[in-house]
């Protein structure tokens, strides 16, 4: 008789707590299922990029060669992301702790990079502006870098990394080049002023870099992308906080769930 009042005082709590439970353990399960699907499909991503890349020979690096950094992050997301997907699944104390100590650990790291980036900002400026010369230098040997360096000069009305001058790192472009070509003195079509409907001129440039800015700001971008690309996000800092957000609050939540469930949730209450 004892036992059955002790079970019944304890059964509603009993399955308010299994209910519990059974919502994390989906929560997690959701999520890691979710972000290992994107790790595997970035890794796919970047396999391809770098197979095609091998087959350009083009320039080794990682700053220059996306494709690796699209590699490591989606080993990086698929390693983790499966760590939780079984950890929920097997509901295995390890596995959540591994998995809540990565996520606690990348979510450190990338506070610390912002707020680094942030204190250090004109060293980190320099920095990318550095990184942006080395692949002008190599513009026309490494296709991935071309691309992007292109899609960015494009879509944010700029030319190089600081002004339109730095192309003159560039062997082809440059005014003193021993094999002067019709690129000489010139700029990439990306950096010029046009429409998007028209057709592309890539000699619109022509004889550009030996020029003030003021007699060519009609006919190129001058302004470096370093800062046009700065400006933009600084235009556009609701969207990046909600992008920001969006980075970090999914991290926090699989780390707090697992947490919650790792307290609390170990073992599944058992049905009296």
């Not at 209910?19 to 929560?27: E, P, W």
């Not at 079984?86 to 979510?107: E, G, H, M, P, W």
């Amino acid at each position: 008789m004892e036992r059955a009042r002790r079970g019944a005082r304890t059964g509603p709590r009993n399955h308010c707590q299994r209910f519990n439970y059974i919502c994390l353990k989906i929560t997690l399960i959701v999520y890691s299922t979710f972000f290992w699907l994107i790790g595997t499909f970035i890794l796919c991503i970047g396999i391809y990029a770098e197979v095609e890349r091998q087959k350009y020979k083009t320039l080794q690096g990682a700053f220059l060669a996306p494709a690796i950094i699209l590699i490591l992050l989606g080993i990086l997301m698929f390693v983790v992301s499966f760590i939780g997907v079984l950890a929920s699944l097997r509901d295995n104390l390890c596995l959540l702790k591994v998995f809540l100590y990565t996520l606690a650990i990348v979510l450190i790291l990338e506070l610390l990079g912002g707020v680094v980036a942030l204190i250090f900002r004109h060293q980190t400026l320099d920095f990318i502006n550095q990184n942006i010369r080395k692949g002008i230098i190599h513009y026309y040997d490494d296709l991935d870098f071309k691309n992007i360096m292109d899609f960015v000069q494009e879509e944010f009305k700029c030319c190089g990394a600081e002004d339109f001058t730095d192309w003159s790192l560039n062997m082809y472009h440059s005014c003193e080049g021993r094999a002067a070509g019709p690129l000489a003195c010139g700029v990439p079509y990306s950096c010029c002023r046009r429409n998007k409907t028209d057709v592309a001129n890539t000699m619109c440039g022509y004889k550009t870099l030996n020029e003030q800015r003021f007699t060519v700001v009609q006919i190129i971008y001058v302004g470096g992308c370093t800062d046009a690309v700065l400006n933009w996000f600084l235009g556009h800092y609701a969207a990046m906080a909600a992008i920001l957000f969006g980075i970090i609050a999914p991290q926090d939540e699989g780390r707090s769930s697992t947490s919650l469930k790792m307290m609390v949730f170990v073992e599944p209450p058992q049905a009296l």
